[in-house]
């Protein structure tokens, strides 16, 4: 705790090996490990929540930090899940899969998975799988179970800087040979309809019963540099998504949210509530709600993230 206010929070990340991980990650942070696909930056889901890295709460939870300090960290948002942000480091097609609504959701007692990826790094060949172009599902049943579904499916090229949004129930997939930071909402149910003959389980029939054949993918190409304007690329009634581009210095005034800044190109200093911080590539913060401001320093791109 700051004088005035709550400052910034620094959570361990968490990582998860992944049969179709790429190299990237371990590369750039430096891991000893091989094989790790996905890196949890903020989760407060059970099972893979976060510890905070330093300060006094130092080794905690973040759902004690919720806990014990919910008016700080969340303001007026009365939940005890944060929008969760993580890496997803791709050296192949991730499964075909969807995931359910918040009515969906609660069935299970679990909630909506609805998400969106920002490419921060991308072969020449990628792409993302989102949407179906058949909406029977009679017709997508018979193309799984015989292993052609590949030509119903929706794909999409993208590269370094392109942002896409993937609501609840929409049939998609991350393609492989990218880097991606995915920022969606609190759920942790996958339903996986079509794995290329991985041999894992399929859940083919709760798959066809939740998707929506009808969801198209929003699309934002975020290449062009707003230098020292904060602009929104995605919104959803869960979480909000921004992109800044900062030139020297930038002032992030408090808005009563807590907020998650990753920076996705560069490095910056991050000054608040007398605290200071660098922040590098692919490194994560959570900024509490009590925070009134962030001054903010160097030459990056962030991507922030709010409820």
Excluded at 85 to 90: P, S
Excluded at 230 to 238: E, I, M, Q, S, Y
Excluded at 243 to 261: F, M, S
């Amino acid at each position: 705790m700051g004088e005035t206010g709550m400052s910034l929070i620094k959570l361990e990340p968490v990582y998860k090996k992944s049969i179709w991980a790429g190299e990237r990650l371990r590369k750039i942070r430096g891991l000893t490990a091989s094989g790790i696909g996905i890196s949890r930056e903020v989760c407060a889901y059970q099972g893979s929540e976060n510890v905070i890295a330093a300060g006094p709460m130092k080794g905690e939870s973040v759902g004690r930090l919720i806990a014990d300090y919910h008016r700080e960290l969340m303001g007026e948002d009365d939940s005890n899940q944060l929008v969760r942000v993580a890496f997803m480091d791709t050296a192949e097609d991730l499964s075909i899969q969807v995931h359910p609504d918040e009515v969906q959701a609660a069935i299970v007692g679990d909630y909506e998975k609805s998400e969106s990826w920002y490419i921060l790094e991308a072969g020449e060949d990628a792409y993302i799988t989102a949407g179906v172009n058949c909406g029977d599902s009679r017709v997508l049943r018979k193309a799984a179970e015989e292993s052609h579904l590949e030509e119903y499916l929706i794909r999409h090229p993208v590269k370094k800087g392109d942002f896409a949004m993937i609501p609840a129930k929409m049939i998609h997939a991350c393609g492989g040979d990218m880097l991606v930071l995915e920022i969606g909402s609190f759920g942790g149910i996958t339903y996986r309809l079509y794995d290329y003959g991985r041999g894992r389980p399929l859940d083919l029939e709760r798959s066809l019963e939740i998707m929506d054949p009808t969801l198209a993918c929003l699309m934002v190409h975020c290449q062009e540099k707003h230098d020292n304007e904060l602009w929104t690329v995605g919104t959803h009634r869960l979480f909000q998504v921004d992109i800044l581009d900062v030139r020297e210095h930038y002032y992030l005034k408090g808005n009563g949210k807590y907020r998650i800044l990753t920076c996705v190109e560069g490095f910056c200093r991050l000054q608040c509530e007398g605290e200071v911080f660098i922040l590098g590539y692919t490194e994560t913060i959570l900024v509490p709600a009590a925070s009134e401001q962030v001054e903010i320093a160097g030459t990056c791109r962030l991507i922030i993230a709010e409820r």
